[in-house]
């Protein structure tokens, strides 16, 4: 082996074994010059290549990683913000028909308010609440809320099954009120005038002495299931 052939090897594809083995029969190995020339240009070239796959190359590997994530964060990213857009205009959609029906429904603090506005339609016509009281909310699925024919019982067997989702909570409020019946038709039109949903689920009018009227019945209210949920 020459210094030409020696200036002309391929550094990537370089076979260490193959190179000794030349420099041994080469009239180059008798040179000291060449030697220690030779030394170090192959010492720096073996120090490159262990402080690249040391050092250098496994921070680039990271760096690689780190840019893949990153991408792959963009893209899902993008995918997120596609369905936000997407259910933010399907919330827009339904919001004003969502309102519309809200508003029938009572809030907790609305129950409330119920018992006095009951109060004040009784005593505005003469009569006398003997008994007045809110049951638990009954679950309704929005299956059963569709069958206006269900009965209350189905009504609650439908409510206790956790598998379905709750449309709205029915509250019965059982009552016992005593009068003069054409007030008691005033007290129930005032009721059924309100701007909540009110229902008379049952009732029993009889008659007592005095030309008067005993009402034993069970009134419902509806509620956003928000409100209600345990």
């Not at 594809?13 to 192959?42: A, P, R």
């Not at 993008?78 to 969502?98: H, N, S």
């Amino acid at each position: 082996m020459n210094l030409n052939e020696l200036k002309n090897i391929d550094l990537k594809n370089i076979d260490v074994k193959d190179l000794l083995e030349k420099l041994k029969n080469s009239e180059l190995i008798k040179d000291k010059k060449f030697l220690t020339k030779f030394g170090i240009y192959f010492g720096s070239i073996m120090l490159f290549l262990i402080a690249y796959y040391a050092f250098i190359n496994p921070k680039v590997e990271a760096q690689k990683q780190r840019i893949n994530l990153m991408l792959q964060n963009e893209k899902q990213t993008e995918v997120l913000k596609q369905e936000i857009i997407l259910l933010k205009a399907k919330i827009k959609k339904t919001q004003p028909e969502y309102d519309k029906k809200s508003k029938l429904f009572h809030s907790q603090k609305e129950v409330e308010g119920l018992y006095q506005n009951i109060s004040n339609f009784a005593l505005k016509n003469n009569l006398n609440i003997i008994n007045l009281n809110k049951e638990d909310a009954i679950p309704i699925s929005g299956a059963a809320a569709s069958n206006q024919g269900q009965s209350s019982n189905n009504d609650q067997n439908t409510g206790n099954n956790q598998n379905q989702n709750v449309a709205y909570f029915k509250i019965p409020v059982s009552f016992e009120i005593t009068g003069n019946y054409l007030g008691y038709l005033k007290f129930r039109r005032a009721l059924a005038q309100s701007n909540k949903v009110i229902n008379f689920d049952m009732e029993k009018i009889s008659v007592v002495k005095d030309a008067g009227i005993n009402s034993v019945g069970t009134i419902s209210i509806v509620g956003l299931p928000d409100e209600y949920k345990k």
